[in-house]
């Protein structure tokens, strides 16, 4: 009867020791944990607020400078737009140069260039100088890649303000093909192509000569009885008028008269 009592009393014994046992673990695990939420929350407490200022204004700063570059690309492609258009605008003005420049020097006789057209009852009414007698030489070249035979075939003129002229430059093409020819000219002294008038020439317009073919082109021209009245003519009694030759090609510009 003892014994049964005892391993009873022993057993309760071994029970209520490993209950208190288990009480103190989570006593000590829930110290643990509130001791750490303590300590987070005490640091949170401590910490400057300028540090929490600085973190946020690194983000808007970053923020403002994303602002900015995008802003200043915008900037550069307009930018890059308006340089783009003033350069193909420039190019455009390049090619269109040459041309307008030759019509105003035809127009003026500005560079050496004579005047294109002219007037009928100027022509017809116009009075000759007849005491002043200019020569007038005739210059033909052409350019190194057209294989034309080309010259003058007459040296000189001699003639007076006023009075209309005739000459004629040869042209032949050696080769075994078609050649296109396009031609350009001047007159010497520059100063004289404003009075150097032209009623009928072959420049500026394309010559087509077939394999070995031969041809005259005429030149019908007069001097404008107003040179005589120029003071910075009184000591020109020479004017030449010289053509180059150039093949005729796409893309080809010819240089500006008188000063090619």
């Given amino acids: ?9 022993c057993t309760a014994k071994h029970y209520v020791q490993q209950a208190l046992s288990s009480t103190r673990l989570c006593v000590n695990y829930c110290n643990i944990r509130g001791l750490a939420t ?16 600085q973190s ?3 983000k808007t ?4 400078h994303q602002n900015q570059e995008d802003d200043w690309k915008k900037r550069n ?29 035809q127009a003026t006789g500005l560079g050496g260039t004579a005047v294109a057209g002219h007037n009928t009852d100027h022509v017809e009414t116009m009075k000759p100088i007849r005491d002043r007698i200019i020569k007038v030489t005739f210059n033909a070249d052409t350019h190194a890649s057209m294989q034309w035979n080309f010259r003058p075939q007459q040296s000189e003129i001699y003639l007076v303000p006023g009075e209309t002229a005739l000459a004629f430059y040869k042209a032949r093409n050696p080769t075994d093909k078609p050649v296109i020819g396009i031609s350009t000219y001047n007159v010497v002294p520059f100063e004289a192509g404003q009075y150097f008038n032209k009623i009928q020439c072959f420049c500026f317009e394309e010559q087509r000569l077939n394999p070995h073919e031969e041809v005259d082109m005429p030149v019908f021209f007069y001097i404008d009885p107003e040179f005589d009245d120029d003071p910075r003519m009184a000591r020109v009694d020479t004017i030449t008028l010289s053509y180059t030759f150039f093949e005729a090609k796409e893309g080809q510009r010819l240089p500006v008269p008188g000063y090619s």
């Fill in 38 to 53: 303590s300590s987070g929350q005490l640091f949170l407490r401590r910490t400057p607020q300028r540090f929490l200022n």
């Fill in 1 to 9: 009867m003892l014994l049964p009592f005892l391993l009873r009393g």
């Fill in 77 to 105: 492609k307009t930018v890059l737009t308006y340089i783009a258009a003033a350069g193909v605008g420039m190019i455009g003005l390049s090619y269109a140069a040459v041309p307008l420049y030759r019509l105003y020097c």
């Fill in 61 to 64: 700063h970053k923020r403002k």
């Fill in 56 to 58: 946020r204004g690194a």
